[in-house]
């Protein structure tokens, strides 16, 4: 498994991490399973939010923990906090957020509940989910000073937030942020869409995020890429998908070259960006996490790289 480094430090962490978020339908054993499976793979690092299957993910995983043959020691354990359930919004794995909220008393409590659901002491890093638009920067800080200092939370991060956003927040930190979650993958390409169509008046050219991916660069903060063979935001996968005819032609052509499925080459293409971005796997099927694993051991040429993203749709200038 390819490694990358965690943030601006000279940590490795695995480019893959497994996504929790569909855990909430899992037994335990099942999910255990899954664990083990990822582990076995090179995986040991486990991304989550306190809002998947509004809490019961976070417990599913805590069970397995206990069947498991996995220990927690040889786990990098992350969560996110910060959205408030909208329950009539939310359903099964798909959990939406009436509002945010950066207080440091939510985030406290927040931290408290996410431990107590997992059965750990501690995590290993603790993301900021979404932007609030009433950042309270002074609770911020005070809440990420309490949780560091009593060792419940090792480093810190945030999902989704732009760059001004993020120069903001570190500017009242002691601590280094290390990472950004953002939705990335073949269907998902506006980061890099802008910086291919600079100085063009087309659409592609529109930048949405603010220089987000090249500020990532520049500042070492990992970028974990969330959902990343989606199509839009949740609607399903483009892998195996008959309105996506080209884009999956190319990747078997691609995945035959390499011995693997296709899964392993739509993983294999984000992890060949030079921004040494961190992958989020969101699956509890076992086979399915080893296909897309495998796309962390293999290198695919920049020529295949393109191929892909104009297989997706995409066009060059």
């Known amino acids: 498994m390819k490694k990358v480094n965690l943030g601006a430090t000279t940590l490795q962490i695995p480019a893959m991490a497994l996504g929790i978020m569909r855990m909430e339908a899992k037994s335990p054993k099942d999910a255990a399973t899954a664990i083990e499976t990822a582990y076995d793979a090179g995986i040991n690092f486990i991304d989550s939010a306190d809002i998947y299957g509004q809490g019961k993910s976070e417990e599913v995983f805590g069970e397995a923990l206990k069947l498991g043959n996995v220990k927690r020691e040889n786990l990098f354990i992350q969560s996110k906090a910060g959205i408030i359930i909208d329950p009539a919004r939310s359903h099964g794995s798909f959990v939406f957020g009436g509002r945010y909220e950066f207080t440091k008393e939510h985030l406290l409590e927040a931290v408290d509940g996410i431990l107590q659901r997992m059965h750990i002491d501690y995590l290993d890093s603790l993301l900021l989910h979404r932007p609030d638009a009433l950042m309270d920067l002074d609770g911020i800080k005070r809440a990420f000073d309490i949780l560091q200092a009593s060792g419940k939370v090792r480093f810190f991060g945030v999902s989704n937030f732009h760059p001004q956003q993020v120069a903001m927040l570190q500017a009242e930190l002691s601590q280094r942020l290390m990472f950004n979650q953002l939705q990335f993958g073949l269907m998902h390409t506006g980061m890099v869409d802008f910086g291919l169509n600079t100085n063009i008046s087309n659409s592609e050219g529109t930048d949405h995020d603010g220089g987000l991916l090249e500020y990532c660069r520049r500042q070492h903060i990992t970028i974990q890429t969330w959902s990343p063979f ?4 949740f609607e399903g996968t483009f892998i195996d998908n008959p309105d996506y005819p080209e884009l999956n032609a190319a990747l078997q052509k691609v995945a035959d070259k390499y011995g693997v499925g296709k899964n392993a080459i739509a993983a294999a293409w984000i992890l060949k960006h030079p921004a040494d971005m961190q992958m989020i ?28 993203y104009l297989a997706a749709g995409h066009k060059l200038p």
């Open 230 to 233: 989606q199509y839009g935001n």
């Open 281 to 308: 796997i969101g699956t509890m099927n076992p086979a399915h996490i080893l296909d897309s694993a495998k796309g962390g051991e293999i290198e695919i040429t920049n020529q295949e790289w393109y191929d892909l």
